[in-house]
């Protein structure tokens, strides 16, 4: 079984950074892709930065030139550098990988419980 763990969500300031870390651990053979979606009460689950092996990264609009994500393929986490935030940057930021348990498996696809970023004065 593969687990995702999240850390590093809280309350920030319009303009503040905020930094995510994700950690998945348990049977892994191989990690083919690992992002961040997020959700906003009323709002769909929306993709907001993945990093896929051997891909170009891709990040959401309303993003773009604000958070970077990066990734530690020896330790298997993943990390998403918020910067300059925004009130509408508000949701549950969930963990999502995509990862073969073995040689012989399909991938699959991973989530984590989600931790929750506030951005208010």
């Known amino acids: 079984q593969v687990q995702l763990v999240e850390s590093g969500g809280g309350t920030a300031q319009p303009g503040g950074s905020l930094r995510l870390s994700c950690t998945a651990s348990g049977k892994i053979y191989d990690i083919a892709a690992m992002g961040w979606y997020r959700q906003s009460p009323g709002n769909e689950r929306e993709l907001v930065a993945n990093?896929?092996?051997?891909?170009?990264?891709f990040y959401a609009d309303p993003v773009k030139g604000r958070f970077t994500i990066s990734i530690d393929r020896s330790k298997n986490a993943v990390f998403l550098q918020m910067n300059n935030l925004e009130p509408e940057d508000t949701a549950t930021y969930y963990c999502h990988a995509r990862i073969s348990p073995s040689v012989l498996s399909m991938t699959n696809t991973y989530w984590g419980r989600g931790t929750q970023v506030i951005v208010s004065s």
């Open positions: 990093i896929p092996t051997g891909g170009l990264t």
